[in-house]
């Protein structure tokens, strides 16, 4: 038999000091043994420090934070019983509670855990002979047993516990550590010295529980017959109703009568009022409650919802359209050119054959680098023609239900984002844009991109089928706009349905000028500064584009002129402008300069790209497109004795390196029209390599490239300085058009080059472009790599019988 609390305490009435454990939001007691897991530093520092002693330490209740040694003064001194120490240096013990104790003084050493000095507490009355106790403690067990079974959360095993307890004490800390009461009380019930008095207490706490399960159960079953009133109610009502038909009274009014009404007042095509019709007619014979009725009630809820027939006033006034696209935007005149075009036909169709406005919408997809604006661009048609605008973003999307919706019988269905968009319009011709077309991924759930094929096509999308609302919706008068940033990635498909208009990067002047008209005002609005006289240089705006932002877009270039403008508020705040009975904001002026900058924005976060001042032997220098624009590709090569092989190095992708074998084998293949030093180009071993090897690279344009970078490792001549250049080669010599010229142009121009070389057959590309980009550069147009070669080095490289001749084209369509 277990000891009495009072023989525990023999010899424990002397202060020993113990590391502090605090727990949150638990309080141990004596006699009881808890499993916790302890992965806060105090705590693992207490038991550590635990562990070096006699296994035992003090658990107090703390007040706040985890790391904190603020705990109350009362708590229980225990030992641990098992301790297991995870890999992540966390802890999980077993505690067995030995006997209340109480802080005498205040934790000392808290950087290795805390030791604190308690005393043992004081055991007043208790003994089981005094027969007001006894009859007390029957009445405790008695509501603890009430208790147990009215929360069903005691084990039967601390009932009889309770049941068999020698002590007072011993019954009290088994029912207290098994009650779901609130910290507060349970330190009350610790720390208390009179027996009697924590029996009465415990009985209240006991009491005060039970009563509020009652209440709960109450509650339930008030609650319970309520709905079978209801469920009563609703019988006796059809009741009624019959009775007032077979009497001939007036019957009450239908709501389902109102239901078809509002649909009908939409105007839906035939085949959906007959849908309409018969599901009307299969709810009215179902119970309210019934799943089925919920179903049926939100179905027809969507039917009623969608605009059928509601139709926008287009806006015909081609000038004011143009104003309101320059308004939002600058450049883009392809797009803003489809738009007008788009307009003026829709008015003379209107007036000459009076077929309505908005019949058969076009399917645009803006194609372009980040940040240029494409989205922005979607949200100024509508408002040029003034039509509602709904957007969705696809990028992420893999679930075919996305679009098409799910099946209605599948709990919880909805209509895809299609017919979503459409009710959130409430017109049938709205801008639609599909924002991210290039994003969307497919899985075992379906292919969404296909799903869209009949959403984007014209002859199909006047009778899209949504699989939730199962008749055809039109979808011909929407004027859908897709955004994507790479069409490589869009189904061939999908892309042959939509009218692609390419937005490329801007040039420096383009975006000086977005700066100055658009950006600076913007965000010295967002930043409390339009009552201000600040302004920007155009030397700091271009500082900026140069070395703050790395992109084809303005997007970058809008979030470096809003830093400065934040930091230009916070000086004005300091010097007390714009703060009531202060300076007014409409004196603080400041005009930015390019010195400025780095004050504001710190230092420079890029550089040009990698380009040598100097001409270097077998250092050539190319012309990549990617993703957020163009940039400048350096070609290096050497060679060494060897048998031939070529080794490449950079990270480069398959059609590099078949561009790389190319060159090599057209320049074996003209040898002996230039002055090869050393052992000849059949037994010189080349390496090849790109820089910045992270970066992966691949693409044809690059051939012509390799091409000058290995000619000029054999002839052991450099380049021309100054000088870029971009083409397919062909093992003929051929120079094959390339993409993305624009972006190169700009690449080159931002590096400081003076000249570049392109394919002839993008001669028609670059009469396209801007004045400023043609201004900036001399471009030599080649139609063969000799022509290239004739620009890059001068006739020393040429054999001494070959200087006098006249290089010709090795392809005789061409020459």
């Given at each position: 038999?277990?000891?009495?609390?009072?023989?525990?305490?023999?010899?424990?009435?002397?202060?020993?000091?113990?590391?502090?454990?605090?727990?949150?939001?638990?309080?141990?007691?004596?006699?009881?043994?808890?499993?916790?897991?302890?992965?806060?530093?105090?705590?693992?520092?207490?038991?550590?420090?635990?562990?070096?002693?006699?296994?035992?330490?003090?658990?107090?209740c703390r007040k706040d934070a985890p790391d904190s040694f603020d705990t109350h003064i009362a708590g229980t001194v225990a030992r641990v019983v098992q301790q297991l120490r995870l890999p992540d240096g966390t802890f999980r013990v077993v505690l067995h509670g030995e006997y209340r104790a109480r802080i005498t003084r205040a934790p000392a050493g808290k950087e290795n855990g805390a030791l604190v000095k308690v005393q043992p507490i004081a055991v007043s009355g208790g003994e089981m002979n005094d027969a007001e106790e006894a009859a007390l403690l029957r009445t405790v067990q008695q509501s603890f047993a009430q208790y147990a079974e009215l929360s069903k959360r005691v084990s039967a095993d601390t009932l009889a516990a309770v049941e068999k307890a020698d002590s007072s004490e011993r019954a009290i800390n088994f029912m207290c550590n098994a009650l779901t009461a609130k910290p507060?009380?349970?330190?009350?019930?610790?720390?208390?010295?009179?027996?009697?008095?924590?029996?009465?207490?415990?009985?209240?706490?006991?009491?005060?529980?039970?009563?509020?399960?009652?209440?709960?159960?109450?509650?339930?079953?008030?609650?319970?017959?309520?709905?079978?009133?209801?469920?009563?109610?609703?019988?006796?009502?059809?009741?009624?109703?019959?009775?007032?038909?077979?009497?001939?009274?007036?019957?009450?009014?239908?709501?389902?009568?109102?239901?078809?009404?509002?649909?009908?007042?939409?105007?839906?095509?035939?085949?959906?009022?007959?849908?309409?019709?018969?599901?009307?007619?299969?709810?009215?014979?179902?119970?309210?409650?019934?799943p089925e009725a919920g179903v049926?009630?939100?179905?027809?809820?969507?039917?009623?919802?969608?605009?059928?027939?509601?139709?926008?006033?287009?806006?015909?006034?081609?000038?004011?359209?143009?104003?309101?696209?320059n308004e939002d935007h600058f450049g883009i005149k392809k797009a803003k050119e489809r738009i007008l075009e788009f307009i003026a036909v829709r008015r003379l169709i209107s007036r000459n054959s009076g077929v309505p406005a908005g019949n058969k919408g076009p399917i645009l997809c803006f194609a372009g680098p980040p940040g240029t604006g494409k989205t922005s661009l979607g949200k100024s048609v509508a408002r040029a023609l003034g039509r509602s605008f709904i957007r969705i973003s696809l990028g992420g999307v893999r679930d075919e239900a996305e679009i098409r919706g799910h099946r209605k019988t599948y709990v919880g269905a909805l209509p895809g984002k299609i017919?979503?968009?459409?009710?959130?319009?409430?017109?049938?011709?709205?801008?639609?844009?599909?924002?991210?077309?290039?994003?969307?991924?497919?899985?075992?759930?379906?292919?969404?991109?296909?799903?869209?094929?009949?959403?984007?096509?014209?002859?199909?999308?006047?009778?899209?089928?949504?699989?939730?609302?199962?008749?055809?919706?039109?979808?011909?008068?929407?004027?859908?706009?897709?955004?994507?940033?790479?069409?490589?990635?869009?189904?061939?498909?999908?892309?042959?349905?939509?009218?692609?208009?390419?937005?490329?990067?801007?040039?420096?002047?383009?975006?000086?000028?977005?700066?100055?008209?658009?950006?600076?005002?913007?965000?010295?609005?967002?930043?409390?500064?339009?009552?201000?006289?600040?302004?920007?240089?155009?030397?700091?705006?271009?500082?900026?584009?140069?070395?703050?932002?790395?992109?084809?877009?303005?997007?970058?270039?809008?979030?470096?002129?809003?830093?400065?403008?934040?930091?230009?508020?916070?000086e004005a705040v300091q010097k007390e402008y714009g703060i009531a009975d202060k300076k007014p904001i409409t004196s603080f002026k400041k005009k930015l300069q390019k010195k400025d900058l780095e004050k504001l924005l710190g230092r420079k976060k890029y550089k040009n790209d990698l380009v040598y001042q100097e001409a270097r032997t077998g250092v050539s220098y190319g012309l990549a497109w990617t993703e957020t624009g163009g940039t400048i590709l350096p070609v290096e090569s050497t060679g060494?004795?060897?048998?031939?092989?070529?080794?490449?190095?950079?990270?480069?992708?398959?059609?590099?390196?078949?561009?790389?074998?190319?060159?090599?084998?057209?320049?074996?293949?003209?040898?002996?029209?230039y002055d090869i030093k050393g052992p000849g180009i059949a037994k010189t071993d080349f390496h090849i390599h790109v820089p910045e090897g992270a970066i992966p690279k691949d693409g044809p344009s690059a051939g012509i490239t390799v091409a000058a970078s290995l000619l000029s490792t054999l002839c052991r001549t450099p380049p021309e300085p100054g000088i870029a250049m971009t083409g397919e080669l062909t093992l003929t010599g051929r120079i094959l058009p390339i993409g993305g010229l624009k972006e190169k142009l700009l690449a080159a121009i931002r590096n400081g080059m003076e000249k570049v070389i392109i394919p002839r057959d993008n001669e028609e590309d670059f009469s396209d472009l801007d004045r400023e980009i043609k201004d900036a550069l001399k471009v030599t147009f080649i139609e063969n790599?000799?022509?290239?070669?004739?620009?890059?080095?001068?006739k020393r490289i040429l054999k001494k019988r070959l200087k006098k001749s006249r290089i010709k084209s090795p392809d005789p369509d061409r020459a």
């Open positions: 038999m277990a000891p009495n609390i009072l023989s525990v305490l023999k010899g424990k009435n002397q202060s020993e000091e113990y590391p502090l454990l605090p727990l949150r939001d638990l309080v141990l007691f004596p006699n009881t043994m808890i499993p916790i897991f302890i992965t806060y530093k105090t705590g693992i520092a207490a038991v550590e420090e635990a562990l070096k002693r006699d296994n035992r330490l003090f658990a107090a507060e009380r349970k330190i009350e019930l610790l720390s208390m010295e009179n027996t009697q008095a924590r029996l009465k207490t415990l009985l209240e706490t006991l009491e005060l529980e039970n009563e509020i399960f009652g209440l709960q159960k109450k509650i339930s079953s008030k609650v319970r017959n309520r709905m079978e009133k209801t469920q009563r109610e609703y019988i006796l009502n059809e009741q009624i109703r019959e009775i007032n038909k077979e009497l001939g009274k007036e019957s009450i009014a239908d709501e389902f009568a109102e239901m078809e009404k509002s649909i009908a007042e939409k105007n839906p095509p035939e085949e959906v009022l007959a849908k309409a019709r018969k599901e009307t007619g299969r709810l009215r014979r179902l119970q309210p409650f019934s049926l009630r939100a179905y027809l809820d969507w039917i009623a919802d969608l605009p059928w027939s509601k139709l926008s006033d287009d806006a015909v006034d081609l000038a004011e359209a143009e104003k309101k696209l017919i979503q968009s459409m009710r959130r319009a409430e017109t049938v011709n709205p801008v639609f844009l599909l924002d991210e077309i290039d994003k969307l991924s497919s899985d075992f759930r379906g292919d969404p991109a296909s799903a869209l094929l009949e959403v984007l096509d014209p002859e199909q999308n006047s009778s899209f089928t949504d699989h939730y609302m199962e008749v055809p919706y039109d979808l011909s008068k929407v004027l859908f706009i897709a955004t994507a940033n790479s069409l490589h990635t869009i189904p061939y498909p999908l892309l042959d349905r939509m009218e692609i208009i390419e937005i490329p990067g801007y040039g420096e002047l383009e975006k000086l000028s977005i700066a100055k008209q658009f950006l600076v005002p913007k965000e010295l609005s967002e930043n409390g500064l339009r009552d201000a006289s600040i302004s920007f240089t155009d030397e700091a705006i271009l500082e900026i584009i140069r070395h703050w932002t790395m992109e084809s877009g303005v997007r970058g270039l809008e979030r470096e002129i809003a830093r400065c403008a934040r930091r230009i508020a916070r060494f004795e060897g048998s031939g092989d070529c080794v490449m190095t950079g990270n480069l992708g398959d059609v590099m390196k078949e561009s790389a074998r190319i060159a090599l084998s057209y320049l074996r293949s003209i040898s002996e029209k790599a000799e022509e290239a070669f004739a620009s890059l080095f001068d």
